[in-house]
């Protein structure tokens, strides 16, 4: 499990340094008004949601992103749920998470719905947003209680670490929290999700690692998680996170995945690799950017379901010098056809083809008088015969 | 030496249409639009080195006399593929009149396999429009390559592969000339490693000669031997042995030294195959791979990548373990 879902707030007073946020909330939410939360990521608005429902006993509708929320899919969906009883005769609580996020072709018309729904509604409303001013939410910003989740202070974020520090039984340097929390901005999922990045085997390692000018660090850190663990939650949520290309990120484990896998599991991790590299050019080819996804995958969660059992042995990793190799030798036949294009119009034949023929013809360059015919000086032969 | 200043595979081009072996039936038909001072659009296919440039050559010297130069103009499309040789090089050429007392100039497209479908559908156009004053010869190795409308624009000439009987007269001229001793068993030899392709053994020829005018088979399969060194082989038995880190280090030294694209290691791995010490089914199986490979080549980004993961399997799947 990973440490974000292990220290969500149970219960609304466990949602930390919002105070004054959740009583508002809470109050709202009794009185049957309905609710817009906004403020910054990660500071705990959805959380609360989650927490007010458990401590009171509510029923939760969500429609978040990841659902279809045009007009017609919230009707159907919600228009029965605004209006009906629970089963139970329990409250039920209706939650439109990331409601930024409606627009665009997809959702066109949901945004327009929500007026509506709050009028109709029985049960309280739950919105969600980063920033509540936006133009678009004019209509419903004054049929609803707008309350801030202010963002949370570094302090608060170095508190909160220290105890899931000492509740995991991680080692921490004091230091490397406050590193952390200024680096997060007062997000504080995303400083769970460093912590937990960060702390393998009991100990907090170099939080410097995560700045993001240290991409060799991050590299290494983030080339550990796919290719000795198989925690894939965790490394699905490192790539999305890190600051790496995919293009980078191949390199790398294409050198430094033999090293770790052999055989059967080499083959697969390989099948995998390689597959999310078909994905790569499908998207080139055809534009189609949802194949991400999947060259993403394939590519962190595949490579690191590869293996049977963890790895244990220690592997330092290196850096591909397969580009470099392949520049070098660029160079050399860039040489070698500057050389080539001096005599090849007069042998009728393309320089694809000649230098197809030339390993035919290395004796017959050694010869002084041939090279002297073709007017090819001596310091230049040598591109001919290597 | 003597004569040893210039390269034989110009040397010993025809000139004229007498000095060109094999190939009776097609010499014929184009010594006739010479009589006639009149050609169509050609359209050349065959394997390499059989003649096709050649000819056209010697084409263009019987239309054009000494000049021919002037009124020919020679393209690779391998080299200068693309529309933009289409658009500029081809019409500047084709738009002004030929030199001299001829009809028409000649514009000869080598290597036409390579040529994009685009530039193809762009050349058709350059060919009605400019009859006038320009006639059209491409070759290619194979016609299917070539889009219908161009083919039903040209006259279709087919190369067969050179019979013995002329590899071994244009072996016993370049001989004769060189004074070189070769025999019987060495012609044989030569005949086989450059399968009919004159250019390669003209140049095998010439490579020995720098060694040695008695030319025996021993000469020969040394030079080739150098020439075509057993790479591929090499790396696949190291990914036999299960030594994966070797086997990838060795394909990218080759890839590199010769400028192998990822297509073409696949087509010599999957050539080798049959080489290899495993059983039949084996062979089959690493060849269904292959194939899988080369299509993830076309379709994804790295080769490279592709080739590895090829390699990866055939380590799993090698008969030592």
Not at chain 1, 243 to 261: A, H, Q, R, V
Not at chain 1, 352 to 372: D, G, P, Q
Request: proline residues 2%; glycine residues 6%.
């Amino acid at each position: 499990m990973l440490l974000v879902d292990k220290y969500k707030p149970k219960t609304l007073k466990e949602v930390y340094g919002q105070d004054y946020a959740t009583s508002e909330f809470k109050k709202a939410v009794l009185n049957k008004n309905h609710v817009f939360l906004h403020g910054s990521n990660g500071n705990g608005k959805t959380s609360s949601v989650y927490a007010l429902a458990r401590d009171m006993g509510y029923e939760i509708f969500e429609l978040n992103a990841s659902d279809y929320r045009n007009k017609e899919e919230i009707k159907n969906i919600l228009g029965s749920v605004i209006k009906q009883r629970s089963l139970f005769n329990t409250n039920k609580l209706i939650l439109i998470d990331e409601i930024d996020g409606l627009s665009g072709s997809k959702d066109r018309g949901g945004l327009q719905e929500i007026p509506a729904l709050l009028d109709e509604s029985i049960y309280p409303i739950v919105l969600i947003a980063n920033d509540p001013w936006n133009s678009k939410f004019n209509g419903i910003r004054k049929k609803c209680k707008l309350i801030e989740f202010k963002k949370l202070e570094n302090l608060a974020i170095v508190n909160i670490l220290k105890n899931i520090c000492l509740k995991e039984g991680i080692k921490y340097g004091e230091i490397d929290l406050k590193i952390l929390a200024a680096k997060v901005k007062g997000d504080l999922r995303a400083a769970i999700n460093d912590l937990e990045i960060l702390a393998r085997d009991g100990q907090l390692s170099n939080v410097n690692l995560l700045e993001p000018r240290q991409t060799k660090e991050d590299i290494l850190l983030l080339l550990k998680l796919i290719l000795k663990g198989k925690n894939l939650a965790l490394i699905n949520e490192a790539m999305l996170n890190t600051d790496i290309t995919l293009d980078e990120l191949t390199l790398w484990l294409d050198e430094n995945m033999p090293k770790e896998y052999s055989n059967d599991e080499l083959e697969k991790a390989y099948h995998y690799l390689a597959k999310s590299d078909v994905f790569k050019g499908r998207i080139i080819k055809r534009q189609y950017w949802r194949f991400l996804t999947y060259q993403n995958t394939l590519m962190g969660c595949g490579v690191a379901s590869s293996k049977k059992e963890l790895s244990k042995k220690f592997v330092s990793y290196k850096r591909s010098e397969r580009i470099l190799s392949i520049w070098i030798s660029n160079m050399r036949k860039s040489k070698r056809n500057a050389v080539i294009s001096t005599f090849l119009p007069n042998l009728h034949m393309s320089n694809k083809k000649f230098v197809n023929e030339l390993s035919y013809m290395k004796n017959i360059f050694m010869n002084k008088k041939v090279l002297e015919s073709l007017d090819i000086k001596d310091e230049e032969s040598k591109y001919l015969l290597t | 030496m003597e004569g040893g200043s210039k390269l034989w595979i110009e040397k010993f081009r025809p000139k004229t249409f007498n000095d060109v072996k094999g190939h009776d039936a097609i010499v014929e038909r184009l010594k006739g639009f010479v009589k006639q001072q009149n050609i169509p659009h050609l359209l050349f296919t065959g394997p390499a080195g059989v003649g096709k440039t050649s000819l056209i050559l010697v084409v263009a010297r019987e239309f054009f006399g000494e000049n021919w130069r002037q009124n020919f103009l020679e393209l690779n499309a391998s080299d200068d593929r693309g529309i933009d040789v289409v658009r500029n090089t081809i019409k500047d050429f084709a738009r002004t009149k030929a030199i001299g007392n001829v009809p028409f100039k000649i514009i000869y497209l080598d290597e036409c396999d390579s040529l994009t479908t685009e530039a193809q559908q762009a050349l058709r156009r350059t060919m009605e429009n400019y009859t006038d004053s320009t006639r059209f010869c491409l070759s290619c190795n194979y016609s299917s390559k070539i889009i219908d409308p161009i083919q039903s624009r040209c006259a279709i000439f087919r190369f067969k592969q050179l019979n013995k009987d002329a590899i071994t007269e244009i072996i016993n001229i370049v001989a004769d000339n060189e004074g070189l001793k070769i025999d019987e068993e060495a012609i044989n030899s030569l005949y086989e490693i450059s399968n009919g392709d004159v250019r390669r053994v003209q140049n095998i020829l010439q490579s020995c000669a720098s060694a040695n005018k008695n030319i025996n088979k021993k000469l020969i399969y040394e030079i080739v031997s150098v020439a075509e060194p057993k790479e591929v082989i090499n790396f696949l038995n190291l990914a036999m042995a299960g030594d994966f880190l070797a086997a990838r280090k060795k394909m990218l030294d080759i890839m590199l030294k010769h400028g192998l694209s990822g297509v073409d290691l696949v087509k010599q791995i999957q050539k080798e195959i049959w080489n290899l010490g495993v059983n039949d089914a084996k062979k089959v199986e690493f060849i269904e791979k292959c194939g899988e490979a080369e299509f993830r080549i076309v379709e994804g980004s790295d080769e490279f990548i592709q080739l590895e993961s090829l390699l990866a399997s055939f380590v799993k799947n090698a008969p030592s373990r």
